[in-house]
């Protein structure tokens, strides 16, 4: 079973910076998109940057600019840099990962970091 663990969530001022992190383990042949979405609470689950196993990024428009994905193939690893914090980045994030398994592909979410920002 894969599993992906996150950490790295916190309590920061708004114009802070945290780094997220998120690494898979288990059975994985490859990984293919990887990412993170947010939820907040009240409201649905979104997405705030996806990154393809050959690098190519997406952002949600309101984090263009303030954050950056990245990922690590040789360590079924991704990260976020958040900078520029802001309050109404406030949400749980979670990381995302579609695990290629050689006989199947498959979502799999991590449990979630809580990222709190004060104004």
């Known amino acids: 079973q894969v599993q992906l663990v996150e950490s790295g969530g916190g309590l920061v001022q708004a114009g802070g910076s945290l780094r997220l992190s998120c690494a898979a383990s288990?059975?994985?042949?490859?990984?293919?998109?990887m990412g993170w979405y947010r939820q907040a609470p009240g409201k649905q689950r979104e997405l705030v940057a996806a990154?393809?196993?050959?690098?190519?990024?997406n952002y949600a428009d309101s984090v263009k600019g303030r954050f950056t994905i990245s990922r690590d193939n040789a360590a079924n690893a991704v990260g976020l840099q958040m900078n520029s914090l802001k309050p109404e980045d406030t949400a749980d994030y979670y990381c995302?990962?579609?695990?290629?398994?050689?006989?199947?592909?498959?979502?799999?979410w991590g449990q979630g970091t809580l990222v709190t920002v004060s104004s």
């Open positions: 990154v393809t196993r050959g690098g190519i990024t």
């Open positions: 288990g059975i994985i042949f490859s990984i293919n998109d």
């Open positions: 995302n990962a579609d695990i290629n398994q050689g006989w199947r592909t498959y979502g799999v």
